[in-house]
């Protein structure tokens, strides 16, 4: 069970204007459920895209970024669970495209206007027959307020769907942000970790659109972590149909992109805590702030020394304030010059290491009371700078290790 | 139990000429066995050492290279297992000193002559009057062949007391080293990894000794990875007792240092595969040899991303050939110009990974009776250069979450 998230009731995914949804059974693994999906656009819509750094990204990844890089503009997602496509070569690009053809010809559109994602087991090659065979069911189903069914569809590990939505007012007309995301395990930011879909009907010029997919992501799926390794599939796409009747936003600094901006912000931070609170075998919430450095990156940097310690992460498993473990993990991801002296740490309101030593007030109970908690915020301060930096992370448990044990079987 | 590692008989620790050791119970923590370690060495004796690079590192540490740099020659060591003097700020420097003029007050030398070292709980003030209380019992037992009883007094999660021996001819005299480690958790190359106590009786300048410290901590235990964590405390520490009858080693050319410098290596990987055999859970030995890299750095990097994925170590512990894992962990740690198609790996003699996609002939039967060995060599071709780096690592099993969760109750 995640952490301190309850998973969105259909209802609340509003359909999007000029979006529709559809989903089939590809039997991309042996399990009976739908894993293959179809979004469909209608035209016009612009398209925006952040992917992982991963060296070995995934097919899908590369012909998504030729595609975005063709255009801007796309007609539609198609996306398979159970099969990641990565480590696949060039028969796996050939693969993704086969996709896209086909998606294409059903929907009369360029196959450079569909958008191929996949995710799964890596280094088996795709199934591309039974996602072919399975698309003309996923768009007899099509419909706009299928967004639940699409999350449904593309879930590996998550033990939830998981989505959000959003309503604002820009200058008088209501645009809707829907938002639906996967993903438990390889999970660590660098880029957009993930797949993770974003519709608007806001009309948004594809390179203001591309901008804010970058921005969003460093503000949201960038700060999340469960095990720091980054997937070779991760993507975080946005599209944004132009639906809602007012001209397009073709400035970054337009009035109208600041309540968009917010909504789409909103929801992409819901769901990157969403699927830290949904890791693998998470059973706590962590957020660590790292505060009074030189630069963001030096923060970031310690923020996620900490996060990543597979010691820390089973002290908070074990609820155990074995405090020393963050001690160590900050030591070891400083910069050479940090003066130990003058690190000070808190677990939510307890001051646990005051000038870089045990706080002369810190008491074991109250450090046990915080550790106990489902949901911790460890703050660091190095007391050299103005900077600081948040990242998102959860435990290390039994379960983590039984998840990932046995995945393939 | 450690993987394929059978720990030493007492009696093939031998004596070093010119070094006593001698231990006793200081109840630093509510168990029945011996904590402190006091090792004495004759007058003369030259010292050289390589320490943690965390900048928490401990007070014992600050001390060590103290005393070193005033006079790079030493009559004691002194060692406590159960509390790591770690985060304990002034106090704790204070505390070790106590712990050297205590020594020095009972051997008739001066404190810079002692040095310090703690293992055990990080931020936990250190019980320095029980140490001090117990040095007297701990005089009384010096004996030179006491090296077995030294290194299981200063185990902490060690499964197993890990040393070596070796006899080796320099000129027609023999000379022996003889060297200890402890250390389960908290394991990770950026120095010398955790205690490691080495002595001989070759005769060595403190200048050629102190290099080749550096030199052996960068091909042995600089090379073993458990978890990822540079404990603050790692010290490796070699003493020259200079009690074979042979003028001193002055300089790096001289020729007696060569069979010394291969004796003190051979121990120094054996105590540094020991530990790695010994990580916590341990349930494989993985060896990770990176070759065809532009330089060193870049393999090592590669090589330690695979070390630390907590989704490659689980898939070693489940013998689940998910070999996607390691080209995801290759990817993540890769130069941005590393070409993928140019990457190959290998499990034992099986190819997995030709050019960058699944190698034709990779069958996961193969893949499968590999991943069941105790024992298992990764190795990844780069295919742009001719530099290499190995790593020695574990996997990762229920054991170390719960070794972990539990290490302080």
């Known amino acids: ?51 992982t750094q991963n060296r070995f990204c995934a097919a899908p990844v590369i012909v998504c970024r030729r595609h975005l890089a063709a255009s801007g503009r796309i007609r539609a997602w198609v996306v398979n669970a159970g099969n990641a496509n990565a480590g696949t070569g060039a028969r796996g690009v050939a ?106 009907d806001a ?53 109208r992109l600041a309540p968009v901006r917010a909504a789409l912000t909103a929801v992409a931070v819901e769901l990157a805590q969403a699927i830290v609170r949904d890791g693998e075998g998470a059973t706590k919430f962590i957020t660590i702030r790292v505060e009074g450095g030189r630069d963001a990156a030096e923060c970031r940097k310690i923020a996620l020394a900490v996060a990543h310690s597979p010691l820390v992460k089973t002290a908070f498993f074990a609820s155990d304030p074995n405090l020393g473990r963050i001690v160590c993990a900050i030591g070891n991801a400083a910069a050479p010059d940090l003066d130990p002296a003058r690190v000070s740490f808190w677990l939510d309101d307890v001051l646990v290491v005051d000038s870089g030593g045990r706080a002369a007030s810190y008491r074991e109970d109250d450090g046990q009371r915080v550790m106990k908690q489902e949901e911790i915020v460890v703050r660091v301060a190095l007391g050299r700078g103005a900077a600081a930096a948040t990242i998102w992370t959860c435990d290390f448990s039994h379960d983590y290790v039984s998840i990932n044990a046995d995945y393939r079987s």
Chains 1, 2 share one sequence.
Not at 14 to 31: E, Y
Not at 137 to 157: E, G, N, R, Y
């Open 203 to 255: 009309p948004i010029a594809t390179d203001v659109l591309s901008a804010l997919a970058r921005e969003i992501a460093d503000v949201s799926f960038n700060c999340a972590t469960v095990d720091g390794d980054t997937s070779t599939n991760d993507s975080f796409v946005i599209a944004a149909t132009g639906a809602a009747p007012m001209p397009s936003i073709e400035h970054a600094g337009d009035p």
């Open 1 to 51: 069970m995640p952490v301190r998230y309850t998973p969105p009731a259909p209802a609340s995914l509003l359909p999007v204007p000029g979006v529709a949804l559809g989903t089939a059974a590809g039997k991309i693994k042996t399990w009976q459920r739908d894993d293959v999906l179809l979004a469909v656009f209608d035209p016009g819509t612009t398209a925006a895209g952040v992917f």
């Open 95 to 200: 693969d993704a495209q086969t996709c896209c053809t086909a998606v294409a010809s059903m929907l009369g559109c360029t196959s450079e206007e569909v958008l191929p994602f996949s995710t799964g087991v890596i280094m088996e090659p795709l199934p591309v027959a039974k996602i072919v065979a399975a698309l003309p069911a996923a768009q007899a189903t099509l419909a706009p307020d299928h967004w639940f069914q699409a999350v449904s569809a593309i879930m590996t590990t998550d033990t939830v769907p998981k989505g959000a939505s959003r309503q604002v007012n820009v200058s008088g007309i209501p645009v809707t942000v829907t938002s639906i995301a996967k993903g438990a395990g390889m999970i660590h930011p660098n880029m957009a970790t993930l797949l993770s879909f974003m519709a608007t």
